[in-house]
């Protein structure tokens, strides 16, 4: 006898993780940081307008998650993409999502030169400190003394260099329009927040909007939850200060207005 399919109902909102639950490992920053971004297009009830873009990475595990159109790129190509797709189409809001290793190696050069064209796209880059996908290899992120699959005695700076400071990278090269901001899952009010803003940036049509969001790896950092939360607030945003970089002179309010942790 034929199997008849029940085709699911459209979700009224973004938000789907009711009927999808989430393929990331217990404890893993993404699903904060998609969470954040799921209300932020909810408040801003553009659901019909987004394209949400992901990268090779565990970036990719939320290709399905939101109920709006999405595409999925090869390693650190989601930024050029989803400048096209705004270029093709400029009252699209589009949302490209990326891992450090994606936004910050091997696709460095699409975020230097969307940042410094000034693209009206929001690019949002969950630093977790490693390559986590592939197994937990240093990435530009990594801390110093961080033990990882290719660093096993440490990342030393005076070989592989410091942490790489995005958001002050793109801060410094992007002009007038752009909003630029770091914000971490351990606050994720004041992250939905920064999100909220980028997107009401590119709605606005200023400029590039970059937000890096401070992210936890626990099955690659090999940390128990106690131990992940400390790397994560004290390690991290001991290095990586969290707060807002840029803000266009036009835009009204701070981005965390009432929307402090
Ligand atoms: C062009 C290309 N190079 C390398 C890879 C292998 N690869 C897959 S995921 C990944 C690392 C992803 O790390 P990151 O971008 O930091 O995202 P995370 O998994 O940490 O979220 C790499 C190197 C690939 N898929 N494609
Ligand atoms: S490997 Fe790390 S980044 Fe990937 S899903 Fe697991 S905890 Fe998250």
């Given at each position: 006898?034929?199997?008849?399919?029940?085709l699911q109902?459209?979700?009224?909102?973004?938000?789907?993780?009711a009927?999808?639950?989430?393929?990331?490992?217990?404890?893993?920053?993404h699903?904060?940081?998609?969470?954040?971004?799921?209300?932020?297009?909810?408040e801003?009830?553009?659901?019909?307008?987004?394209?949400?873009?992901?990268?090779?990475?565990?970036?990719?595990?939320?290709w399905?998650?939101?109920d709006?159109?999405?595409v999925?790129t090869?390693?650190?190509?989601?930024?050029?993409?989803?400048?096209g797709?705004?270029?093709?189409?400029?009252?699209?809001?589009?949302?490209a999502?990326?891992?450090?290793?994606?936004g910050y190696?091997?696709?460095?050069?699409?975020?230097v030169?969307?940042?410094?064209?000034?693209?009206?796209?929001?690019?949002?880059?969950?630093?977790?400190?490693?390559?986590a996908?592939?197994?937990?290899?240093?990435a530009?992120?990594?801390?110093?003394?961080?033990?990882?699959?290719?660093?096993?005695?440490?990342?030393?700076?005076?070989?592989?260099?410091?942490?790489?400071l995005?958001?002050?990278?793109?801060a410094?090269?992007?002009?007038?329009?752009?909003?630029?901001?770091?914000g971490?899952?351990?606050?994720?009010?004041?992250?939905k927040?920064?999100?909220?803003?980028?997107?009401?940036n590119?709605?606005?049509g200023?400029?590039f909007?970059f937000?890096?969001?401070?992210s936890?790896?626990?099955?690659n950092?090999?940390?128990?939850a106690?131990?992940?939360?400390?790397?994560?607030?004290?390690n991290?945003?001991g290095?990586?200060?969290?707060g807002?970089l840029k803000?266009?002179?036009?835009?009204?309010?701070?981005?965390?207005?009432?929307?402090?942790?």
């Amino acid at each position: 006898m034929a199997v008849e399919i029940e085709l699911q109902p459209k979700m009224p909102k973004c938000w789907n993780l009711a009927s999808k639950p989430h393929k990331f490992c217990p404890g893993c920053g993404h699903g904060l940081v998609l969470k954040a971004l799921g209300q932020a297009i909810d408040e801003l009830g553009i659901q019909d307008r987004v394209v949400f873009g992901c990268d090779i990475g565990c970036s990719l595990l939320s290709w399905d998650f939101f109920d709006v159109d999405s595409v999925q790129t090869h390693h650190g190509r989601t930024t050029p993409v989803l400048v096209g797709v705004k270029r093709a189409n400029p009252d699209l809001i589009v949302v490209a999502y990326m891992g450090d290793g994606g936004g910050y190696a091997i696709g460095s050069q699409h975020l230097v030169n969307a940042a410094n064209r000034n693209d009206r796209i929001t690019a949002i880059l969950c630093n977790n400190t490693i390559y986590a996908m592939t197994g937990g290899q240093m990435a530009p992120t990594s801390m110093p003394g961080q033990k990882t699959e290719t660093t096993p005695y440490g990342r030393d700076v005076n070989e592989q260099g410091y942490p790489m400071l995005g958001p002050e990278m793109v801060a410094a090269i992007t002009h007038e329009g752009a909003y630029v901001a770091r914000g971490t899952v351990s606050k994720l009010r004041t992250l939905k927040g920064y999100i909220k803003k980028a997107l009401e940036n590119q709605i606005a049509g200023r400029g590039f909007s970059f937000v890096e969001a401070l992210s936890t790896c626990p099955t690659n950092w090999r940390t128990n939850a106690q131990q992940t939360w400390a790397f994560l607030e004290e390690n991290m945003q001991g290095y990586f200060p969290v707060g807002e970089l840029k803000v266009p002179a036009d835009a009204a309010g701070g981005a965390s207005e009432g929307e402090e942790e």
